[in-house]
C-alpha cells in the first residue's frame, strides 16, 4: 500500500496555486509527475500524493521545480478567482475515477495530438529539404548545363580559327604556285627569244648560201612551232562490260524479279538514316551507325546483358528502321525477358519487312517465324504458334530441330482437345 502524502502545504494568488510536497527520504529525482487540468498526482515509492483541483488549471503553463527532497508546484489557474479549498469537497470513490479516466483521456489525446504535430512538422521539414536539394541539383545541373555550352562554344570558335588558318594556308600555297609557273613561263619565253635571237644571227650571216639553205631554215621554224603547240586529243569511245549477276535459284524456278526488288530494298534500307535525333550531337561516329549499334547490340546479347541490348537496337531502329535484323534481333531479347508481346510484335515487323521472299532472306524469316511461334507457345497460344513453327518448315523442311518442336506442339494441342471432350 502507498503512503499517502498528507503534510503538504499549499498557498495561492488571483492567478496561481503553489503547492509544496515533501518526500523525505526517498530520491526525488525518480518521482512520476501526472498533470491535467483538474487532477495532480505523484507517485514516488512508497509515497503517493494526489488531488482533484478545485477549478481547472492550465497545465500547459504551470511547472514543477524538484530539490532538497521536495517538489514545489506552481499551478497556473485558468480564471482568476480565489480558491475556497485545494481540493474538491463530497468526492466519492466513483467521483475520484472518472475524473482519474478522464485526465488520462486528455493527457492521451494530447500526447497523440502533439505526435501528430511533431510528424507534420517533420514532414514539411523534409518536404523543405527536399524542395533545397532539387534546387541546388538544379542549379548544378544549370552549371554544367552553361559549362558545357561554354566548352561548346570554344571548340566552336577554335574548330573556325583552325579552319580559317587552313584556308589562308591553302590560299597562300595557292599564289605560291601561281608565281612559280608565272616564274616558269617567264623563263621559257626568254629561252625561246634568246633561240629566235640565235636563228636570227644565223640567217644573217648565211645571207649569200644556195635557196637549199634558205628551205631548210624555214623547215626548221615550222618545226619549232609545231613542238612548242601539241596536237589536239582525237575522240574516241571506251567499251564496259558488266560480269552478269548470278542467282542461287535453279532456272526453272527463277525468281530473278523478286531478287532484284529485294536488293533494291536493301540498297534502300542502306540509305534511309534518320539524323532528326536529338541524343545525335551527344554521339561518337561509330555510334551513329545502326551496323555499329546492330554488332555491339549482339555482343550484350552474349554476354546476357539484355537489357543493354535492347537499347542499342533500340538506337538503331531510331536511326535506320528498314533493317530487318534490328527487330529480329530485339524479339530475341525480349523472349529472354518474357515480354512475349513485344516479341511477337517485334517479329512481325521483321516479316513484314522481309518481303518478297526470296532464298536471300528465307534464313531471317525462318527465325522470325520461330520466335514469334515460340512466343505464342509460351501465352499458351498453341494453334498460332503452331502456324509459325509449320510456316518455318515450308521455308527449311529438312530442319530436324523445327520438326520435332512441332510435333510436340500439335500433341499438346491434340491432348487439350481430348481433355475438353
Keep these: 500500500m502507498p ?4 503534510n503538504y502545504s499549499w498557498q495561492q494568488t488571483s492567478t496561481a496555486v503553489f503547492i ?13 509527475v501526472f498533470c491535467t487540468e483538474n487532477y495532480l498526482k505523484v507517485n514516488c515509492p512508497p509515497f503517493l500524493f494526489e488531488v482533484f483541483l478545485y477549478a481547472p488549471i492550465d497545465d500547459e503553463s504551470s511547472k514543477a521545480k524538484i530539490g532538497n527532497n521536495t517538489i514545489v508546484f506552481t499551478l497556473r489557474k485558468k480564471e482568476a478567482a480565489m480558491w475556497e479549498t ?13 475524473i482519474r479516466e478522464k485526465s488520462i483521456l486528455q493527457a492521451q489525446e494530447r500526447a497523440k495530438e502533439a505526435m501528430e504535430a511533431k510528424a507534420v512538422a517533420r514532414r514539411e521539414d523534409q518536404k523543405y529539404t527536399l524542395n533545397v536539394m532539387m534546387k541546388i541539383e538544379e542549379e548544378e545541373r544549370k552549371k554544367i548545363e552553361d559549362m558545357k555550352e561554354n566548352e561548346r562554344i570554344k571548340a566552336t570558335k577554335e574548330l573556325e580559327a583552325w579552319k580559317e588558318c587552313q584556308r589562308k594556308a591553302e590560299e597562300l600555297k595557292i599564289i605560291q604556285r601561281e608565281e ?12 625561246r627569244k634568246k633561240l629566235k635571237h640565235k636563228c636570227l644571227i644565223g640567217n644573217s650571216a648565211s645571207k ?6 634558205r628551205n631548210s631554215e624555214n623547215i626548221f621554224f615550222e618545226k619549232l612551232k609545231e613542238d612548242s603547240i601539241p ?3 582525237s575522240v574516241g569511245s571506251i567499251k564496259i562490260s558488266f560480269t552478269p549477276r548470278v542467282f542461287p535459284t535453279a532456272l526453272r524456278e527463277s525468281q530473278v524479279a523478286e531478287e532484284e526488288e529485294w536488293l533494291h530494298k536493301q540498297a534502300e534500307a542502306q540509305r534511309a538514316m534518320n539524323t532528326d535525333i536529338p541524343e545525335l550531337c551527344d554521339l561518337k561516329e561509330e555510334e551513329k551507325n545502326p551496323e555499329w549499334l546492330k554488332e ?8 546476357e546483358n539484355y537489357l543493354a541490348a535492347i537499347n542499342a537496337y533500340n538506337l538503331a531502329i531510331r536511326l535506320n528502321n528498314k533493317i530487318p535484323l534490328l527487330y529480329l534481333n530485339r524479339a530475341a531479347c525480349h523472349l529472354k525477358l518474357k515480354n512475349l508481346h513485344k516479341a511477337i510484335e517485334d517479329s512481325s515487323k521483321a516479316l513484314e519487312i522481309l518481303t518478297p521472299p526470296v532464298a536471300d532472306n528465307a534464313n531471317a524469316r525462318m527465325k522470325a517465324h520461330i520466335r514469334r511461334g515460340t512466343a505464342f507457345c509460351q501465352l499458351e497460344l498453341y494453334v498460332e504458334g503452331l502456324q509459325d513453327y509449320e510456316a518455318a518448315l515450308k521455308i527449311d523442311p529438312s530442319n530436324k530441330i523445327v520438326q520435332n518442336d512441332a510435333e510436340k506442339i500439335r500433341n499438346i494441342i491434340q491432348g487439350t482437345e481430348v481433355e475438353s471432350k
Design 208 to 213: 649569200n648560201l644556195a635557196t637549199k639553205g
Design 3 to 6: 503512503l499517502h502524502v498528507s
Design 231 to 233: 596536237a589536239p586529243r
Design 86 to 98: 485545494l481540493s474538491l469537497s463530497g468526492v466519492d470513490k466513483e467521483m475520484m475515477q472518472r
Design 296 to 303: 555491339k547490340g549482339n555482343k550484350l546479347f552474349a554476354t
Design 180 to 191: 612559280k609557273l608565272y616564274h616558269q613561263e617567264k623563263q621559257m619565253e626568254e629561252e
Design 20 to 32: 509544496s510536497v515533501p518526500l523525505r527520504g526517498v530520491s526525488v529525482r525518480d518521482a512520476d
